[in-house]
């Protein structure tokens, strides 16, 4: 049945509607149409060599069939991508309803005043995290949003340093990969030159425009960039930093330490994995330079009568706007999943989120000590949830590997010594034993069983965050599934999306695209 088939359905033309399309445009088929459009020279002559068409349902079972082959095993190897509970209220409420996934870009503020509140939440999370002054509401992912502050720093070279020729972006070794591999794409055509080494041995120079360090580290060390920071500065440099948002509900912000940009991902913030697809990138910066962030600002206006509204305050990316003076080519913020991360901040509030933190580093820091006892070392002094592991003589990492592969464990395997872990909240007391076993039985010893997680501090007292955040009514009020439903519902009736009606925007006067 012509039902059957998702086009008919879904995009079209129907059967029964070709022949009108046809004749308004003015051809007799569909292979003429063809024909006056397609150049001959990049036609292929012969059929595509593909298996016939699937109905919905039969296409459906077939890729049910195949992610059954997939092992479902738990992973600790971190990166930038963790494991994360979306609480029930959210993944049905929002992630699920097609009110909030059909929502496009909120240019008609009037239409959309829920998706400005909630992505006014996110901003306030951010800059709350943070401790900066001013943020944007989301980018694509940490990566790209990496690239944005490494472009951002460049355009705000004064016309001198423009001049003489300033350049250079220095990044930290310990960056991650995915993150470095995007700047150095990124800065190729605009002439920038990456200079990849070490803060604590990097020496400044007058070429260097801006500076980009992890907070914490590839390897999950917590590092102090604070006198790097006030260096840079002296030196005419910008600070960029990619921090761990989980990380900050227990160590000191970066705002405080002298960063000029932050960002990085809210992945962590109940937002599932998705295969490494974008994941609401946050970013961050002081209140000086906000004519020259990327993505969007969401802001506050009051009338004449003193009524709030929500409004896009500042476009300074957006290509109908600004054209070729855009300050980012990223086109689309993650306003789904950034509405997610700030709902998950909403829902939990601080003491929630320190909760979740701390269970999360007491987990780290836990295993790091059993495994202390088994003989084994762990590398850095300062770690937040990822401990590195540095391997006894008599030990192999393929050894290893091979029995944690066995009990449906993947580590991140750094060198032939060297073995990462990372924890999340997903992490519990089970998972412990399991992991202490596999360490272990490679070394021939036995353990008792761990009944009990000892949530601590494991960093030095220097890192440890002091002040409040958090603190606005809207993250103290909605701590039951039922309240924070109708805080979601009562947003979600102030917009109008796909599920109400079409809308969208139309160029002015050449200005749009």
Not at 389 to 406: F, Q, R
Request: glycine share 6%; charged share 25%; net charge neutral.
């Amino acid at each position: 049945m012509a039902t059957e088939k998702f086009i008919y359905r879904h995009n079209g033309p129907r059967n029964e509607e070709l022949p009108i399309i046809l004749e308004k445009i003015g051809v007799s088929s569909v292979d003429e149409l063809i024909n006056q459009t397609v150049p001959a020279s990049i036609r292929l002559s012969e059929p595509l060599k593909i298996s016939a068409a699937l109905t919905e349902r039969q296409y459906y079972r077939r890729i049910h069939d195949i992610a059954s082959k997939n092992k479902v095993f738990e992973t600790y190897i971190g990166m930038g991508y963790y494991d994360t509970i979306t609480p029930a209220v959210i993944h049905r409420n929002i992630l699920e309803n097609p009110s909030w996934y059909t929502s496009y870009t909120p240019y008609q503020a009037e239409i959309s005043q829920g998706r400005l509140e909630a992505l006014l939440n996110f901003q306030t999370m951010v800059t709350e995290l943070t401790a900066m002054e001013l943020a944007n509401a989301s980018l694509l992912d940490e990566a790209t949003a990496a690239a944005e502050a490494m472009i951002m720093m460049f355009n705000l070279r004064s016309r001198a340093n423009v001049k003489a020729g300033k350049n250079v972006l220095f990044v930290d070794k310990n960056i991650f990969p995915q993150t470095l591999a995007v700047i150095q794409t990124r800065s190729v055509p605009l002439g920038i030159e990456v200079q990849i080494g070490d803060f604590n041995e990097c020496q400044l120079d007058e070429k260097t425009f801006g500076c980009l360090v992890q907070y914490i580290t590839d390897h999950g060390k917590i590092e102090d960039y604070e006198g790097f920071a006030n260096c840079a500065h002296e030196k005419g440099s910008l600070v960029a930093v990619a921090a761990d948002i989980m990380s900050l509900a227990l160590l000191k912000p970066p705002g405080e330490w002298g960063a000029d940009i932050v960002f990085g991902t809210t992945q962590r913030f109940g937002i599932p994995m998705g295969y490494g697809g974008p994941h609401a990138a946050f970013f961050a910066t002081r209140e000086k330079y906000k004519r020259t962030v990327p993505g969007r600002i969401i802001g506050i206006t009051k009338d004449c009568h003193g009524n709030l509204a929500l409004r896009m305050a500042l476009q300074t990316r957006e290509q109908h706007i600004k054209r070729e003076r855009a300050t980012s080519n990223i086109c689309t913020a993650q306003a789904l999943l950034a509405t997610m991360a700030g709902m998950y901040a909403v829902y939990h509030g601080a003491e929630g989120i320190k909760r979740i933190a701390l269970n999360i580093h007491g987990i780290a820091g836990t295993v790091a000590g059993e495994l202390k006892k088994l003989g084994y070392k762990i590398a850095n002094d300062n770690y937040f949830d990822t401990i590195k592991i540095v391997l006894p003589d008599g030990v192999s990492v393929s050894e290893i590997e091979k029995m944690a592969l066995a009990e449906g464990i993947n580590f991140r395997y750094i060198s032939d010594t060297e073995i990462g872990i990372s924890f999340d909240e997903t992490s519990h007391i089970q998972n412990v034993n399991d992991i202490v076993n596999v360490f272990a039985k490679a070394n021939n010893k036995q353990i008792n069983e761990i009944t009990n997680i000892d949530v601590k501090f494991y960093f030095d007292k220097k890192f440890e965050r002091t002040d409040e955040y958090l603190n606005y009514d809207v993250f103290k009020k909605y701590r039951s599934e039922t309240e924070m439903m109708r805080y979601i519902k009562m947003l979600e009736r102030k917009d109008i999306s796909l599920t109400h009606s079409f809308y969208g925007y139309l160029p002015i006067n050449s200005r749009g695209f």
